[in-house]
């Protein structure tokens, strides 16, 4: 809770809510736990939450709302759009004919007032204070699970085809899902939506409509209808109801036993847009790159597997590079997002638009700075590689587990180890791991028997009885704990002594042995240090991480 601790406490005492020793001790206690004064006080017991929402409430002046006792009607809730009520945080309390009363967790700020006279013109509008729990508990009432959608395409006999595509692709938004899976079985359709990383189910309709929701998705992207057998790609661009912009949807069609299983990539606005410090780099790591950026050549490459965050790095590169007067051009497959002042070329196959194509060609367009969506083969590296030599900055992706690998890997490929060694600058290793929900996450302290539950690196690097946290679930969290992701990386930048390491084509042992001695911190130590951070989980990192 962002509540501010010393105002809390004073409102607390002088109300003589708590009594001063009780206080003291949970005080002591978050300190040395480094939790929430009011999450120990809760929990002790020693204050309850309908007395911690009326102390808070006075404290600014308003009303308490206990959401949790005396919760608002679905119908009053849903006099607020969703989007409105989300972003504002707030839910209609009460209503009479000229006035209404309206719960928030923060009643000080005056964006809000004005977004509500809007809504109620001519109303009088009071604030009250609400939890902020409880109100994302409210918040559920927006929520219609696919199952209900489902439930009327049976009742229209399948007339209501489209408004179900809506509903599955408004749903996948809402819950801020990356890709949409809809999987044909013998009887039934399993949707399913990955967010933050993880596969959920969302809803299982009758396999008898399946048939018609291909075809209509199939006409959208622009794809044949009358091919059931053979791998198809194409794109939609979906207006919603919700979200001020577009939302560009990739549409990917495969053949099973069972039918096609259609794949739909979200390319949304909640996805873009970080810089360098929200992703989860160390500052030490942004001067880094920053520094490696900054030079006029060379060749910077970003590894991990397939949605590890890759892109969103690259552009964050290509973020602080994009000033006026520096030309960067970038190759991509697909261009994900559209940056102002860069030329993005898309590669196309039909056409032949090739990486390595795009690319000689982008050499004649007088680039500083290029980036190539990705490395693998030796036509396009080889290309880069020269790009780097020629005075160019090179950006691109390149598959390897960590950076050590990536080395030996890239050299496979066949180009020259000398001019590998004489370009490369910076190599990042990165994975995304699911980040704790702020709106539930509680402390503990896990004991010498739970550690060593966990494999023998983690008992190496986490001391008995130290502050780990975890996300109880809630509403926010869709109860999963976590919301959101944040990268764990390994940063690997060239020196004199791994030049002349990578001339003589090293193994990725090679390459590890001489790097640990200089202050290398491997995405696993990276990991252990966002676990200590409370950004994450012990459980998260081994699933993401591994132990490396
Ligand atoms: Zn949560």
Same mark, same amino acid.
């Given at each position: 809770?962002?509540?501010?601790?010393?105002?809390?406490?004073?409102?607390?005492?002088?109300?003589?809510?708590?009594?001063?020793?009780?206080?003291?001790?949970?005080?002591?206690?978050?300190?040395?736990?480094?939790?929430?004064?009011?999450?120990?006080?809760?929990?002790?017991?020693?204050?309850?939450?309908?007395?911690?929402?009326?102390?808070?409430?006075?404290?600014?002046?308003?009303?308490?709302?206990?959401?949790?006792?005396?919760?608002?009607?679905?119908?009053?809730?849903?006099?607020?759009?969703?989007?409105?009520?989300?972003?504002?945080?707030?839910?209609?309390?009460?209503?009479?004919?000229?006035?209404?009363?309206?719960?928030?967790?923060?009643?000080?700020?005056?964006?809000?007032?004005?977004?509500?006279?809007?809504?109620?013109?001519? =109303?009088?509008?009071?604030?009250?204070?609400?939890?902020?729990?409880?109100?994302?508990?409210?918040?559920?009432?927006?929520?219609?699970?696919?199952?209900?959608?489902?439930?009327?395409?049976?009742?229209?006999?399948?007339?209501?085809?489209?408004?179900?595509?809506?509903?599955?692709?408004?749903?996948?938004?809402?819950?801020?899902?990356?890709?949409?899976?809809?999987?044909?079985?013998?009887?039934?359709?399993?949707?399913?939506?990955?967010?933050?990383?993880?596969?959920?189910?969302?809803?299982?309709?009758?396999?008898?409509?399946?048939?018609?929701?291909?075809?209509? @998705?199939?006409?959208?992207?622009? *794809?044949?209808?009358?091919?059931?057998?053979?791998? #198809?790609?194409?794109?939609?661009?979906?207006?919603?109801?919700?979200?001020?912009?577009?939302?560009?949807?990739?549409?990917?069609?495969?053949?099973? @036993?069972?039918?096609?299983?259609?794949?739909?990539?979200? @390319?949304?606005?909640?996805?873009?847009?970080?810089?360098?410090?929200?992703?989860? *780099?160390?500052?030490?790591?942004?001067?880094?790159?920053?520094?490696?950026? =900054?030079?006029?050549?060379?060749?910077?490459?970003?590894?991990?597997?397939?949605?590890?965050?890759?892109?969103?790095?690259?552009?964050?590169?290509?973020?602080?590079?994009?000033?006026?007067?520096?030309?960067?051009?970038?190759?991509?497959?697909?261009?994900?997002?559209?940056?102002?002042?860069?030329?993005?070329?898309?590669?196309?196959?039909?056409? #032949?638009?090739?990486?390595?194509?795009?690319?000689?060609?982008?050499?004649?367009?007088?680039?500083?700075?290029?980036?190539?969506?990705?490395?693998?083969?030796?036509?396009?590296?080889?290309?880069?590689?020269?790009?780097?030599?020629?005075?160019? *900055? @090179?950006?691109?992706?390149?598959?390897?587990?960590?950076?050590?690998?990536?080395?030996?890997?890239?050299?496979?490929?066949?180009?020259?180890?000398?001019?590998?060694?004489?370009?490369?600058?910076?190599?990042?290793?990165?994975?995304?791991?699911?980040?704790?929900?702020?709106?539930?996450?509680?402390?503990?302290?896990?004991?010498?028997?739970?550690?060593?539950?966990?494999?023998?690196?983690?008992?190496?690097?986490?001391?008995?009885?130290?502050?780990?946290?975890?996300?109880?679930?809630?509403?926010?969290?869709?109860?999963?704990?976590?919301?959101?992701?944040?990268?764990?990386?390994?940063?690997?930048?060239?020196?004199?002594?791994?030049?002349?390491?990578?001339?003589?084509?090293?193994?990725?042992?090679?390459?590890?042995?001489?790097?640990?001695?200089?202050?290398?911190?491997?995405?696993?130590?990276?990991?252990?240090? =966002?676990?200590?951070?409370?950004?994450?989980?012990?459980?998260?990192?081994?699933?993401?991480?591994?132990?490396?």
């Amino acid at each position: 809770m962002k509540f501010n601790d010393e105002a809390l406490k004073r409102i607390l005492l002088e109300g003589s809510y708590v009594e001063q020793k009780d206080l003291d001790k949970a005080e002591v206690y978050a300190k040395e736990h480094r939790s929430s004064l009011v999450d120990n006080l809760l929990s002790e017991g020693l204050l309850s939450r309908d007395i911690l929402g009326q102390a808070i409430a006075e404290s600014y002046g308003v009303k308490y709302a206990d959401l949790d006792s005396n919760g608002p009607t679905k119908e009053q809730v849903l006099l607020i759009p969703q989007d409105v009520a989300k972003k504002a945080r707030v839910v209609v309390f009460a209503q009479k004919k000229t006035s209404v009363t309206v719960a928030t967790d923060d009643p000080t700020r005056i964006d809000v007032a004005t977004t509500l006279q809007s809504l109620f013109p001519g =109303k009088k509008i009071t604030l009250a204070f609400a939890l902020p729990d409880d109100l994302d508990a409210v918040f559920a009432n927006y929520y219609q699970g696919l199952e209900a959608s489902f439930a009327k395409i049976a009742e229209s006999k399948g007339r209501a085809i489209p408004e179900i595509i809506d509903h599955i692709i408004e749903d996948a938004l809402l819950l801020r899902a990356s890709d949409i899976h809809c999987e044909p079985s013998e009887k039934t359709v399993m949707i399913r939506f990955r967010i933050d990383g993880v596969l959920h189910d969302a809803g299982e309709m009758p396999r008898e409509y399946y048939d018609n929701i291909v075809n209509r @998705l199939k006409v959208q992207a622009k *794809l044949r209808i009358d091919e059931h057998f053979t791998t #198809q790609d194409g794109a939609i661009r979906h207006i919603s109801a919700n979200h001020a912009e577009p939302v560009d949807l990739r549409i990917s069609i495969v053949p099973t @036993l069972d039918g096609e299983k259609i794949a739909i990539r979200v @390319l949304s606005s909640y996805v873009r847009d970080l810089a360098l410090s929200d992703i989860g *780099l160390t500052a030490r790591m942004q001067e880094k790159i920053v520094e490696s950026a =900054k030079k006029p050549f060379g060749m910077i490459l970003v590894t991990g597997p397939t949605g590890s965050g890759k892109t969103t790095t690259l552009y964050s590169i290509i973020k602080i590079l994009n000033t006026r007067g520096a030309n960067v051009t970038t190759i991509e497959d697909p261009v994900e997002y559209k940056i102002q002042g860069v030329n993005q070329i898309q590669v196309n196959m039909q056409t #032949q638009l090739t990486f390595a194509k795009g690319l000689r060609a982008v050499m004649r367009q007088d680039p500083n700075t290029i980036l190539v969506g990705e490395i693998r083969d030796f036509e396009t590296a080889d290309i880069a590689v020269n790009a780097a030599l020629t005075g160019h *900055l @090179l950006l691109s992706t390149f598959h390897a587990n960590n950076a050590a690998t990536a080395i030996p890997r890239f050299i496979e490929m066949g180009v020259e180890p000398f001019l590998v060694g004489s370009t490369l600058e910076l190599i990042v290793a990165q994975r995304l791991v699911r980040r704790i929900c702020e709106s539930c996450k509680v402390s503990f302290s896990p004991s010498k028997t739970e550690l060593e539950k966990y494999p023998e690196e983690i008992a190496r690097h986490i001391a008995p009885n130290s502050t780990l946290y975890r996300g109880k679930g809630c509403e926010t969290c869709s109860h999963t704990g976590y919301k959101g992701r944040v990268g764990v990386f390994e940063l690997l930048s060239t020196s004199p002594e791994l030049q002349d390491l990578i001339a003589k084509t090293p193994s990725t042992k090679d390459v590890m042995e001489l790097v640990k001695n200089n202050g290398f911190i491997s995405m696993f130590e990276d990991g252990i240090e =966002k676990i200590k951070a409370g950004l994450t989980t012990v459980e998260e990192v081994l699933r993401v991480v591994g132990k490396v």
